[in-house]
Each structure stands twice: as C-alpha cells, then as structure tokens.
DNA sequence: ATTTTGTCTTTTATCCACAATAGACAGTTT
DNA sequence: AAACTGTCTATTGTGGATAAAAGACAAAAT
C-alpha cells in the first residue's frame, strides 16, 4: 500500500452527511470547497455514491436516490491520517507508559510496533522534535528526555512571557477587531458550560485550546502562535490521561478565564496583567501536579 | 546509493591529520572517541590508511609508515552531509535568488535540482519547517512565506524577549559557574579582532554567535536555546550574503558586545538590560536594513 | 581485571516505486 | 461569458530495499 485513501474516507463520509440533507449535489468545485478536497476526489466519492445506488450521476445531475444507512460510512478508525496514529500511539508510550527520561527510541521498532513503515515514522519524529521531548543523534538513535518537571517548568516559563505580552496587545486591539466578537462567543460558551458543569465539563479542554490560541493570535507573531501547538500537544494528552478531579480543575480554570476575560475587556494593563498571571499560575501548578 | 559515506570521508580526513602528528595510532575506542565516531568506520579508515601504505596496521600495532600527502585527503566537497548541501541549496535559493513570498515549493523539483532523492528533501523541509519561513499544505505543495520585514520583526521581538531575560539569569549566575570562564575567553577574542579590524572581522559572525548562544543558554530553558537556532540560521546567510560595511558593522557590533560584557560582569541589572537593548536594537536594524 | 580486537547483528540514511491526491487544460454546458 | 465536466499529468505520502554506520558480545591481549 503506497498510501492510503483517509482523505478520500474522511470526505466521503462527510459527503454522506450533506447527502442526507439534500436531494442532489451541487457540482464538482463547489463539493470540492466545502470539503476541503481536490476534484479528483470528490469524483471518486460521486462514484462510490453512485455504486452504492445512493446517488444518480450524470454530468451536473446528481440526484440523491436515498438516505445513507450506517453501513454506508466507512468506519471511523479508516479515517484516521497515519501521522495521527502515529502521534497518538507515541504519545501514549511516552506519557501513559512508563517511559524513563533518557531511553532510547528506536525509529524500526516503533514502526514494527505501530505497523507502519520507518519513513513515516523517522518523519513524525522530526515534526515532534522541536516539542524539546525528543532529541536526534545523528546516525544514531533518539533521545527521550522526557516529560519531566523541567520539561513543565521550562514550557511554563516562556508559555507565560508570551501569554502575557499577547494579552496586552489583545486589550490594545481596536474596538471593530473581529478577535472582540470572536471573545464573545467564547464568553457565552463559558457561561454555558458553567450552568451546566457536571455534564458538560469536558468540553473545557477544547474551550480552553480556543481562547488562549485566540488570546496568542493577537500577538500577530508567527513564532508566538506556532508556540502555542507545543501547549495544545501537552495539554491534550495530559487531560486525556490525568482525569483526577476534571470537574473541579475544569470548573476554577472557566471562573479564572472568565474573569481575565473581563480584565480583557476592561482593557486595564494592570488589571489584565493580574487576571492572566493568576490563570496561568494555576494552570502551572495543574500541570505540575500531574507529574509526580 | 543508498548513503554516501560521508561520515567516513570526513572521519578519515579529520584522522589524517592525527595521523601526521605522531609515529602511532592509539586504540579503535580511543580513535572513535576523538573523532566521534563508531569502531566500525575507524576500521573503516584503519583499512583504508592500510591501503594507501600510510600505516602499517596489525592487531594492536599501528605504526604510521609515512607522512599524508595533499592527495591523500578526500575532498571536500565529497565531506558534507547531504542536509547541508540541500540547506546551502535551499537558503540559496530562497535568500540569495528572488524568492516572492507565497511562492510554491515543490519537493520533487527541489531534489531534481540539487541531485538527491525526495526523501530527503521532504526531511530537510519539515526540519525548516519550524523556523517559520515555510508552510506546508497537507497533499499538496509547500508555501514559501518568505524572508520578509514582518518575518525579521516577529523573530526579532521574541529574540529581544528571550535575550533580556537570558542576560538577567547570566548576570545572577554564581561566580564560581564555568559560564564567566568562556565570558573571559569570548571577550579577549573581541579584543585581539578589534585590534587587527581591518583584517579579522570576517570572524565576527561566528563570535557573535558563539557569545549569544552562551548568553541563551544561562536561561536553562531548551525552547529559549532552541529558538536561537533559528537566530543562527538567519543571521549565518544575512552575513554571507549581504556584505555590505561588514567591516563597520563589525567594529560597532563588537564594542557593543564588550559593553554588554562589561554591563554582565557588574552584575546589575538595569545596566545590563540597557546594554542588551542598545546591542539588539542595532542588530535588528541591520537586519531591517538587508532587507530591502 | 581492564581494555582491545574480531565478528556479527541491528539501525539509520537514502533512494526508488507506486497508489492517492492535487491540479491543469480543453471542450462542453448553462 | 462564466462555470462545469472529462481527461490527463504532476506531485505527495508511504512502504520497501540497501549501503553506511552504530553497536553488541565473546575471545584475546595487556
């Protein structure tokens, strides 16, 4: 297999769920905009569509016979890019397993392991690299370092000499800045999520991602923004693998952001620099309780 | 080919040079150890310097039988690694050649045109990636975003961030840190180049880069000294390729350094942080300048 | 008791091949 | 005239093969 067709399936079950809402498709560039794919594509999902009799196809008609069933979407583990398998099952040897800072990483045995082939591997782990986890000897093998105390601490501090200048240039924005109405919306979801904790307080960990990447593109520094993916991959996995008190932490952290939220708006230096110092603080400390 | 033996070319070269130095070789481990390399290419080279009657090699015995001649070193274009020729090539391109920003990137012309497989090339660019001047579109091209006044100036605030903070932890180092040694050593080269200006300031670029990495690293945080790769890189083919008044903005460059040395040593902290500006005030503004 | 060497195995760096996907262009339809 | 489709080509993503280089282990030498 040279490559596999996840794009393809990850279109074509999205194309299912406009089938279901129509009753014919609108033409090959259109289909190919809002999917996000190339023409080629959308051809092969009009002719998967058209052989599983859901579809009749010619030319611009392209009339919707019936509604999808289940078994007309291809399973969602299809779907999944190999460079996502990929991080997802180095992530979980790395943070899940008990992995000692200084071990080796062996690029043939984790893509025996993984089932996949060592290019595929070799390039993930040099896309990982710069999250200062891993290191390359050259000719020879990797290096974990670890996700360690240091690690956090050293994430930490820059993540919050950046943080703290992007809030300051966010509060500087000029008033018609879409970033404001883009800050409402994440307000709203707070309040939300906040009415109803116990049921709703995992979504914290993608609000969370929203607002401080919002937070950080008002930096308008490439290097600040691209930055914040090595939080987004922590934190990510950290709330996947660290569910000890998810309702409390998740609870504080929506007062805290909601009341930097309003420092924001305030456009108060001082006030702004506090309500972030204190957010951040105490995600510190989260962060650093998860790790012994 | 499957890999080039440059490893091998280089060792050997590096180890002629031993060679010319004394009657014997010492041990395969030792030799490894110095030339930072594994015993099978020192066997490699033992083999080879066999051949060219340089060494008489049995078991423990390696006597050298006669002194390398110029023609007995590989050259040295056939030394480098083939991620240095593709990052020449690249930068070339992109720096010295009338790159436009939003340009396509094309791996598989890119490797045509250097000579090398695509493997290779997609390596180097995912590698490059970080350093914020490309982007990739997933199945599709990379997009060149440029070496422009928006890119010197975002690297340059998160350098002026980084830096100011690094300088303050260097001037609390204890004095006893080896750190104040190497300061010493780096500040008599500034003299002995200053002294003979005329002929020496070629070497400042390596200086400059020698003393701002020791100043990063005091901060003992990877992604501060990460970050200064990118630094390197930039200023490495700014000065290779804009030579404009090198000489002047050399002599400026490196009496900035000293004061900036001098501000360390007194160890207080507004006299530091007003030095470190000054000095990176004036680096960006060479900087800006070579750009249009 | 170390250290060194001989031999062998494993891993990395690199090229190549091929399916999936993107994209270009001309002819066709609205 | 603008958008769409049919067809074809070019490029990317990924597995596999192979030489270079690293490294393991036992036997030999100090």
Redesign the pocket.
């Known amino acids: 297999?040279?490559?596999?067709?996840?794009?393809?399936?990850d279109?074509f079950n999205r194309c299912l769920k406009l089938l279901a809402e129509t009753s014919s498709l609108?033409?090959?560039?259109?289909l190919?905009t809002t999917l996000?794919?190339?023409?080629?594509?959308i051809?092969?999902i009009l002719t998967r569509m058209e052989e599983l009799q859901l579809l009749a196809w010619?030319?611009?008609a392209?009339v919707v016979l019936r509604q999808p069933k289940p078994e007309d979407y291809y399973p969602a583990e299809e779907t999944d890019?190999?460079?996502d398998i990929i991080e997802r099952s180095f992530m979980r040897r790395i943070l899940a397993g008990g992995a000692e800072p200084g071990m080796?990483?062996?690029?043939?045995?984790l893509?025996r392991d993984i089932?996949?082939?060592?290019?595929?591997?070799?390039?993930f782990l040099i896309r990982f690299s710069r999250f200062g986890l891993i290191e390359?000897?050259?000719?020879?093998?990797?290096i974990l370092k670890g996700f360690t105390r240091e690690f956090a601490l050293e994430l930490t501090e820059v993540r919050e000499m950046f943080e703290l200048r992007s809030a300051a240039s966010f509060a500087a924005l000029a008033p018609e800045h879409p970033a404001w109405a883009d800050l409402d919306r994440i307000e709203t979801l707070h309040h939300d999520i906040l009415a109803d904790i116990d049921n709703r307080y995992k979504e914290f960990s993608e609000l969370d991602e929203r607002f401080h990447l919002l937070v950080h593109t008002s930096s308008s520094n490439r290097f600040i923004v691209d930055f914040y993916d090595i939080i987004t991959i922590v934190f990510h996995y950290h709330y996947q693998w660290n569910k000890t008190n998810a309702r409390e932490r998740n609870a504080r952290a929506l007062e805290e952001h909601l009341d930097y939220i309003a420092a924001l708006r305030s456009r108060d230096r001082a006030r702004v620099e506090t309500a972030c110092r204190r957010h951040l603080k105490s995600a510190r400390e989260t962060l650093l309780q998860s790790i012994q």
Do not use: C, Y
């Open positions: 297999m040279a490559k596999q067709n996840t794009v393809f399936k279109a609108p033409s090959e560039p259109e190919g996000g794919v190339s023409r080629t594509t051809r092969a010619d030319k611009r392209k890019s190999l460079s080796q990483i062996n690029e043939l045995e893509a089932g996949t082939g060592t290019t595929s591997v070799r390039e390359k000897r050259p000719n020879s093998h990797w």
